[in-house]
């Protein structure tokens, strides 16, 4: 199973779910922006982060590898112009 963001702009997807070495960040851009993805823990600190890069409008996806993160609960969260996701996730 997946969890899904509820947003009227850009639903964000984390396949799989629960993980254990990478996550697959999937979204949609409605105008080409620069993006970054990040992994932090429930605390609010960020842990992983994505390299910022422009994406086309369109659906888009970032993969993070998890292997250095201990079993537990994380944020994904996706950044780009004025869209902001986040998904809870499970690694195991």
């Not at 964000?12 to 992994?39: C, H, K, M, W, Y």
Request: proline share 5%.
């Amino acid at each position: 199973a997946f969890f899904t963001a509820t947003s009227e702009n850009t639903p964000l997807e984390v396949l799989p779910n629960p993980a254990s070495d990478f996550v697959q960040l999937s979204f949609e851009l409605t105008s080409p922006a620069e993006t970054r993805a990040g992994i932090y823990d429930t605390q609010g600190r960020l842990l992983l982060q994505s390299e910022l890069s422009l994406k086309n409008a369109g659906l888009q996806s970032i993969d993070l590898e998890l292997s250095g993160l201990p079993a537990g609960v994380y944020i994904a969260r996706v950044i780009g112009a004025a869209d902001l996701e986040s998904v809870r996730f499970v690694k195991y």
